[in-house]
């Protein structure tokens, strides 16, 4: 079992949807949850960062962390096309030893 | 402005000719890294800097050298390039590491191996 799974889509939506992108992990060694967004051949910038279970609300993104069930997601509310792009979860170990496990992203196409 | 600058952008070389890709923050951060991004495997990391002449292996190292001998620039070397080097490679850098903070990604070097 990889350590982080997550759905590589494509996943296309109607602008205005609410969109929900989701990664499973197996170890439980870790702790601190990451979003990234990557828009076509540009690198990956942060949106979201959590370290415990619950929510975590920034505008129209929420990033929701369920450490029980090995489970993290965000939700992007009122989809735009600029939400277009790649998104990327990502997780450090609580030794934290710097070393940061990607998933393979998920491909998102808001439809105006 | 803010930035990490990688280059070359693109290069397509030949097996076994040594090559280097530049990275550079003018961020004053003390932590670098270098990724490599492939289809169906998605962003991988291969070496990672926590400071000047302090480095350390990601999950993919092999095939790759690294050296932090200023805290701006963070190159990559691939000593004899073979083609499953083929990639999307970023470098990134952050003030403490990930754990603490945001870390900003360069534009991405796409290189060929043939």
């Known amino acids: 079992q990889k350590e982080v799974e997550q759905d590589p889509g494509p996943l296309s939506v109607p602008e205005g949807a609410i969109v929900s992108l989701n990664c499973t992990y197996s170890?439980?060694?870790?702790?601190?949850f990451m979003w990234y967004r990557q828009y076509s051949r540009k690198g990956p910038e942060l949106l979201m960062y959590?370290?415990?279970?619950g929510n975590k609300e920034d505008g129209r993104f929420t990033a929701q962390v369920d450490k029980s069930s090995k489970y993290i997601s965000l939700f992007i509310r009122d989809s735009q096309p600029s939400d277009s792009a790649t998104y990327l979860c990502?997780?450090?170990?609580?030794?934290?030893?710097?070393?940061?496990?990607f998933g393979k992203g998920t491909r998102l196409h808001i439809l105006p | 402005e803010a930035q990490v600058t990688q280059n070359p952008r693109y290069l397509i070389t030949v097996t076994g000719k040594k090559l280097t890709v530049t990275c550079s923050q003018n961020?004053?951060?003390?932590?670098m890294s270098w990724y490599r991004q492939d289809p169906g495997l998605g962003l991988r990391q291969i070496y990672y800097?926590?400071?000047?002449?302090?480095?350390d292996k990601g999950d993919v190292p092999e095939g790759y050298k690294v050296s932090r001998k200023e805290k701006r620039n963070f190159p990559l070397i691939l000593e004899s390039p073979s083609p499953n080097q083929t990639s999307l490679y970023f470098c990134?850098?952050?003030?403490?590491?990930?754990?603490?903070?945001?870390?900003?990604f360069g534009p991405g070097t796409r290189l060929t191996v043939l």
């Open positions: 800097s926590m400071n000047v002449e302090v480095t």
């Open positions: 990134a850098s952050s003030l403490k590491g990930p754990y603490f903070d945001e870390q900003f």
């Open positions: 170890n439980s060694a870790f702790q601190y």
């Open positions: 961020m004053n951060h003390e932590y």
């Open positions: 990502a997780m450090i170990r609580r030794n934290r030893d710097d070393k940061i496990i």
């Open positions: 959590t370290y415990s279970s």
